[in-house]
């Protein structure tokens, strides 16, 4: 892609960015319907369940954890505490994100709309970025990508999110592969098995703060 990506205009700047890579043996429309149609709760895998019972842990010892939804889509992410849509080029990348200070043991989320989230910059805050995007990868295949981008919006909370993704960084990096696992599967299983395609995935860059 030679275009300046919509992640790129959203967040500019990024403390931390990571980002997984994988080729899909289907056309660029299947592989982005079945991005845009991930239910991020069929990604499952032994490490992501006892990653995501762990974090969790706090709000239930304090009792004020909330039941799971049945399911959580791109669509659904409005009845996400802190997490929105924040944009999309249909057919090419799709942006979500959340404001919050998700380095707290129980995390607090600040609801902003879309208009705001680019420009948001009050002190003690982070911001989180993701997107889907799709690029046309010779005649059979497509390269879904997965980017994540995280910028604080003062020095203390630069600090403090250091230091949580110090510690989570590894975990996020799992959940992402499993993400781009389970899209592959469900645009591959939509077409014809023109290949048995590897899993061919990158983390890039390797921890890197700042630019």
Not at 5 to 33: F, G, K, W
Not at 105 to 128: H, N, R, S
Not at 129 to 151: D, H, I, K, M
Request: hydrophobic share 45%; aromatic share 10%; charged share 20%.
């Amino acid at each position: 892609m030679t275009e300046r990506m919509l992640i790129e205009s959203v967040m500019p700047r990024a403390d931390a960015l990571i980002a997984v890579h994988t080729m899909v043996a289907a056309e660029p429309a299947a592989t982005y319907r079945a991005a845009r149609d991930l239910d991020f709760l069929t990604v499952r895998t032994p490490l992501l369940t006892a990653a995501m019972w762990l974090r969790g842990l706090p709000g239930r010892v304090r009792g004020n954890s909330a039941a799971p939804p049945a399911r959580l889509q791109l669509d659904d992410m409005a009845a996400m505490p802190g997490w929105l849509l924040v944009g999309e080029r249909p057919g090419a990348e799709i942006v979500f994100g959340a404001v919050g200070r998700f380095w707290r043991p129980v995390i607090d989320w600040l609801q902003v709309g879309p208009d705001e989230f680019a420009t948001f910059d009050e002190p003690g805050w982070g911001k989180i970025a993701a997107n889907f995007s799709v690029t046309p990868y010779g005649e059979q295949y497509t390269l879904l990508s997965y980017q994540c981008r995280t910028v604080t919006t003062d020095p203390d909370s630069r600090r403090r999110f250091r230091r949580y993704w110090w510690l989570i960084r590894p975990f996020v990096g799992h959940i992402m592969r499993a993400s781009v696992a389970t899209i592959k599967a469900d645009a591959e299983s939509g077409g014809s098995p023109a290949a048995q395609t590897p899993v061919v995935d990158a983390v890039t860059p390797a921890g890197r703060f700042g630019r």
